[in-house]
């Protein structure tokens, strides 16, 4: 059975640093893409980026290119989304999900909500 | 960037009665790649569409999938209390792959 597990629920202050983790099971983890989805607090989906671990082939928003990092480590079968400046705005429900039939997401973490507040 | 439209904001139905909801591109989506999801408060969104029109594992009939280019329905036969949600389309055709800004599909 295929499983995306994601790491606990964060609080943090405007310009910290933040790495969220989601860690695949049940499936060949480094041959299959996992992406990352992003909800504001009462707003619908916004689809961030891709990564292919096998290569670490990665593709990004461009509304998410240069504000977060995805990337992967295949030894433990997790992929990371990381902030290096954390705003109020990146305040959310972050999401991983893996695309089965072409890139639609068939599979989804339970999300990880991230808090950024002074 | 394909920007998808939902229409309406809010459908407010029974159970028993037909859903249709409406997702618009705004330029056509190659070969079909298009997909439904609906959501439930605390709930991460669940697969119900790929394709247009093909049913994800497990969901049940009474939800179907239509259209091409830039016009896409999801049709629910008969509402059953398990159906109001929030619904997202998503366009997987061309990256970034953009979700519609959801349906709300609630009980009148």
């Known amino acids: 059975e295929v499983h995306l597990v994601q790491s606990g629920a964060e609080v943090k202050k405007p310009g910290e640093s933040l790495k969220i983790s989601c860690k695949g099971s049940?499936?060949?983890?480094?041959?299959?893409?996992i992406g990352w989805v992003r909800q504001m607090p009462g707003k619908g989906l916004e689809w961030m980026g891709i990564i292919y671990p096998a290569d670490s082939d990665t593709r990004y928003s461009p509304s998410f290119q240069g504000q977060v990092t995805i990337s992967a480590d295949k030894s433990i079968s997790t992929v990371y989304l990381q902030w290096s400046s954390l705003k109020a705005s990146d305040s959310g429900m972050y999401y991983c999900a893996r695309p089965t039939s072409g890139w639609s997401f068939e599979y989804w973490g339970q999300g990880t909500l991230v808090t950024v507040s002074s | 960037e394909i920007v998808l439209t939902q229409s309406p904001g809010t459908l407010s139905l029974s159970p028993g009665e037909r859903a249709t909801l409406s997702c618009r591109a705004s330029?056509?989506?190659?070969?079909?790649?298009l997909a439904w999801y609906h959501q439930k408060p605390g709930q991460a969104p669940r697969l119900l569409i790929y394709g247009a029109s093909s049913r994800a594992t497990g969901i049940p009939d009474r939800f179907s999938g239509s259209g091409s280019g830039t016009d896409f329905t999801l049709t629910i036969s008969r509402l059953v209390p398990e159906d109001f949600a929030v619904y997202y389309c998503?366009?997987?055709?061309?990256?970034?792959?953009?979700f519609g800004q959801g349906t709300k599909l609630e009980i009148k």
């Open positions: 049940g499936y060949s983890f480094t041959t299959s893409w």
């Open positions: 330029q056509s989506i190659s070969s079909r790649f």
């Open positions: 998503q366009q997987y055709g061309s990256s970034p792959y953009t």
